[in-house]
């Protein structure tokens, strides 16, 4: 899914004001399900990782599910004792404890879905 190949319905950029990592994305969706994604990184390994679970992840999925997942997944960053919501467990590789303040890295990707996608709220 890496690359960009400008064809998309929706597209977008997300940049970590923290360390400077950004993403740029494309979707493909047909009304309320993802069909495609394609993504381009200038990144730490953890957004770059996160960003490739990510779009494996979209391909088939409804649009306004995924974004009540993303909202629970972002509220790790509130909750010392977290706990990662089931459609997102592969990335419990990516966070730990240890590396709580790098959650923004990882949920960068998933800034960029909430960006393109904000009409569904």
Same mark, same amino acid.
């Given at each position: 899914?890496? *690359?960009? !190949?400008? $064809?998309?319905?929706? =597209?977008?950029?997300? %940049?970590?004001?923290?360390?400077?990592?950004? /993403? #740029?994305?494309?979707?493909?969706?047909?009304?309320?399900?993802?069909?495609?994604?394609?993504?381009?990184?200038?990144?730490?390994?953890?957004?770059?990782?996160?960003?490739?679970?990510?779009?494996?992840k979209l391909k *088939?999925? !409804?649009? $306004?599910?995924?974004? =009540?997942?993303?909202? %629970?997944?972002?509220?790790?960053?509130?909750? /010392? #004792?977290?706990?990662?919501?089931?459609?997102?467990?592969?990335?419990n590789d990516l966070?730990?404890?240890?590396n709580i303040n790098?959650?923004?890295?990882?949920?960068?990707?998933?800034?960029?879905?909430?960006?393109?996608?904000?009409?569904? $709220?």
């Amino acid at each position: 899914n890496v *690359g960009l !190949k400008n $064809k998309y319905t929706h =597209k977008s950029f997300a %940049k970590n004001s923290l360390c400077g990592d950004h /993403i #740029k994305m494309e979707f493909i969706a047909d009304k309320s399900i993802i069909k495609s994604i394609r993504y381009e990184t200038e990144s730490c390994i953890l957004c770059e990782a996160s960003a490739s679970l990510f779009s494996e992840k979209l391909k *088939g999925t !409804k649009i $306004k599910v995924l974004i =009540k997942e993303i909202e %629970k997944f972002k509220k790790i960053k509130k909750n /010392i #004792k977290f706990n990662i919501p089931n459609k997102f467990k592969e990335f419990n590789d990516l966070i730990n404890k240890k590396n709580i303040n790098r959650l923004n890295c990882v949920i960068l990707p998933m800034d960029a879905f909430l960006k393109a996608f904000r009409m569904f $709220k």
